[in-house]
């Protein structure tokens, strides 16, 4: 009789080690993987910023780690503060610290829309539930809704607050003017004095010969045609496009020939995709009349090419 | 000294050592955890090129699910406002929790297809004969369990990937006759996708199915012990039973003392010498832990380098283009696709053809097989034998079919489902902005 243990022991057990060994290798990587993050770099890096402006009890209290800002009823869970950790340092750090330790802004509006009530996203856009640069930034494949970069802004012929008006308006849809909304103020005078309530329908009012623009913002960019259109394939370009001749990117449509220079167009483009199925609540939906006060304080509304507060966000 | 601290070790680490082959042997037959493994095991069946431990990797990956899965349950929330940003969460925020999911994801598309691998070694050995194709049948039903699974675990994570899959896959499911719509209703909870689908995939997937899975999984190991194990062990029993024995000499007692000669005596055998077989312990677990552990180091190494899909959360309104049943599906979906035929502003839909009648063929004609094979016995348990020539290649042929369907829909199939080559520029999607 043969001894068993022989046949097999030492092949496998030898197998064994190698994979044990494999094994242990990986559970190694594994943990590199955990603690050698992007934002640790950055959290290593902040206190020392703030011990050099002098901040030596703040790096006292630091405490590393992911940090958000949630709002459950909003749906905002921004964890984009766990790299910009200066963002409510402008008191104490200057503004030409490299992102992401550079301090916000000071805008004239952040005393009625504080980071704790509303978060990054809602003003930025970007997955604000990543904690990795491209992640937060971009969003993965198929995120709808990429942070307002720069970059962005001027591939749609615009800066990025002017861009970034198109979010304001997503609560400030029912002011008829709104201060540093230029954008939006000249595209919501625009819609007033050419009309477009007679063909389209908007929250309920208006004629039919034009498709519904209540949720415009909403439309899938994959139901237009683009056969016509020039230049990027966005759904912001097609309605510039379309702004300015109608009949040329929709052939047989009836809407009227504006012949709108490129930068109204953009404007019109800019309160359209403001235009979502958004469920706010109600306290964060701002009383017209307010913007309405504010706005008749300012001598003349829109008229000045001022740079609006929201371009000089950064 | 140095004895003390062996045996201080021994305390520590080890509470008692098997003194020969036999003591380990009972320790397994006592064991709880161990005693559904024979105390000995046939060298046929220990070997790596019969049944390359497919098996085994099979529960290996359905351990690591459970346990995986169990470690998830932890942090998933199955309500469509907070499903997608619990799997957010895991990916960004917990602790390995991305490696905890991608080696989930990579686990259960794995097991589909090792489970799938594992059933052609058992067609290819024919190894499903006589008594073992009760548990052919008990492996089909744990492959459609596995499919099962992985089906509802694919509309967990609730992003447009999920969303648009399961609306895919419970599409085809409408095209059954009769039942179709009422399997649909009942599999969404409604006429369409929502809270109600999630919640009954939910509770599917990490209750109902593993218990079946499992219980299934425990039938499926006892029924392999209850046939003789593996069928790789008949050609020897037939080898074993051709060969002469030396007539055995025994002894008679009668009253005037012991009379010599022989008595009845079986004159084959119709079992396993032991020269044949060697002890399970440690022979058999310690293979059990080595394939184990190499399963798992491979899903380890596959969650580190690859993330598990996730696309921006589901958005009813937005389609993606093309809009793909998970990979173990699409060739269903090629089929009904392919099978469509649009004459003009009329479309026939080949739902039926595609999504019921090919695959419910299939999995009847792969039921009742054991019962068509008409092959001889000595074609048992042995890899491409010539009198199963023309089966393995009718196996073969409908698998390589299957694999080229998977590898167009997934690789070839591009936006508005059009057929895109490698290399070939595909038409450049619209954005927002």
């Known amino acids: 009789m043969a001894e068993p243990r022989e046949s097999y022991e030492a092949k496998d057990f030898g197998w064994m080690v190698a994979m044990s060994i494999v094994l242990l290798v990986l559970v190694g990587i594994s943990y590199w993987r955990e603690f050698d993050t992007e934002w640790g770099k950055y959290q290593d890096e902040f206190p020392t910023v703030l011990s050099h402006f002098g901040r030596g009890d703040d790096v006292k209290a630091f405490r590393p780690g992911i940090r958000q800002i949630w709002i459950p009823k909003i749906g905002v869970t921004d964890r984009c503060i766990t790299c910009h950790l200066g963002y409510e340092w402008s008191s104490v750090l200057p503004a030409s610290i490299a992102e992401p330790l550079t301090p916000h802004s000071m805008n004239p509006w952040l005393a009625k829309h504080e980071f704790a009530k509303f978060g990054c996203t809602p003003c930025h856009g970007g997955d604000g539930w990543a904690t990795t640069v491209v992640g937060g930034h971009e969003g993965g494949k198929g995120w709808e809704d990429p942070m307002l970069s720069n970059k962005l802004a001027a591939e749609n012929g615009l800066t990025r607050g002017e861009m970034m008006q198109m979010r304001c308006n997503f609560c400030h849809r029912h002011d008829v003017a709104t201060p540093g909304m230029d954008e939006i103020n000249i595209a919501k005078a625009l819609f007033k004095k050419k009309k477009c309530i007679m063909c389209h329908v908007v929250e309920g009012n208006g004629g039919v010969t034009g498709p519904e623009l209540t949720y415009e913002g909403d439309k899938n960019p994959e139901l237009v045609d683009f056969a016509h259109v020039t230049g990027p394939k966005t759904f912001f370009n097609w309605n510039v496009q379309h702004l300015k001749a109608a009949e040329t990117v929709t052939p047989g449509s009836q809407m009227p020939d504006f012949n709108m220079p490129p930068d109204q167009a953009r404007a019109m483009t800019l309160l359209l995709l403001s235009w979502r199925r958004l469920s706010y609540p109600p306290e964060y939906i701002p009383d017209p009349t307010v ?23 950064h | 000294m140095r004895e003390q601290l062996r045996r201080l070790w021994r305390q520590i680490f080890w509470a008692w050592t098997p003194n020969s082959d036999r003591e380990a042997s009972e320790a397994i037959v006592k064991n709880l955890w161990l005693h559904w493994f024979p105390a000995k095991i046939a060298r046929a069946s220990m070997d790596w090129n019969y049944s390359f431990w497919l098996g085994t990797a099979s529960a290996s990956l359905l351990l690591i699910l459970t346990v995986t899965g169990v470690m998830l349950m932890f942090f998933y929330v199955p309500s469509t406002e907070r499903a997608y940003g619990s799997i957010k969460d895991l990916e960004y925020a917990v602790s390995f929790g991305r490696i905890l999911r991608n080696q989930h994801r990579w686990s259960a598309e794995g097991m589909v297809a090792v489970v799938f691998i594992h059933m052609a070694r058992v067609f290819f050995t024919g190894a499903y004969r006589g008594s073992r194709s009760i548990n052919w049948l008990v492996g089909i039903a744990l492959l459609l369990g596995t499919l099962l699974l992985s089906f509802t675990g694919y509309l967990l994570p609730w992003d447009q990937l999920a969303f648009w899959a399961i609306t895919v896959g419970t599409s085809i499911a409408k095209e059954a006759p009769v039942v179709g719509a009422s399997v649909q209703y009942i599999l969404l909870g409604g006429h369409e996708i929502g809270q109600q689908t999630l919640l009954r995939f939910y509770v599917l997937h990490v209750f109902f199915l593993p218990i079946f899975v499992w219980i299934l999984f425990g039938y499926h190991m006892w029924r392999v012990r209850k046939d003789g194990g593996l069928a790789a062990l008949e050609p020897m029993r037939i080898a074993r039973m051709m060969r002469p024995k030396e007539t055995p000499r025994t002894k008679s007692y009668s009253f005037f003392g012991i009379t010599p000669g022989t008595s009845v005596a079986v004159m084959s055998s119709t079992g396993l010498e032991e020269e044949d077989q060697v002890f399970s312990s440690p022979n058999l677990t310690r293979r059990l832990t080595l394939v184990f552990l190499a399963v798992f180091n491979v899903t380890l190494a596959a969650a580190l380098m690859f993330n598990a899909p996730l696309e921006g959360p589901a958005n009813p309104s937005v389609t993606p283009n093309p809009a793909k049943a998970p990979w173990y599906f699409v060739w269903l979906q090629e089929l009904v696709a392919s099978t469509t035929i649009r004459i003009g502003p009329i479309s026939v839909s080949g739902g039926f053809i595609g999504g019921i009648l090919v695959p419910g063929f299939l999995l009847l004609l792969i039921t009742f097989w054991p019962w068509f094979d008409r092959s001889p016995l000595k074609a048992e348990g042995v890899w491409f034998p010539p ?40 038409p450049e999607m619209p954005r927002l902005y």
Do not use: C, D, H, K
């Open chain 2, 387 to 426: 009198e199963r020539r023309r089966q393995n290649y009718t196996f073969i042929g409908a698998m390589v079919v299957i694999v080229a369907l998977i590898f167009v829909g997934v690789y070839l199939r591009g936006p508005y489902w059009r057929i895109y080559w490698p290399g070939q520029a595909r």
């Open chain 1, 291 to 313: 913007a309405a006060a504010a706005m008749a304080a300012i001598a003349t509304p829109s008229a000045s090419p001022s740079p609006t507060p929201a371009a000089a966000a």
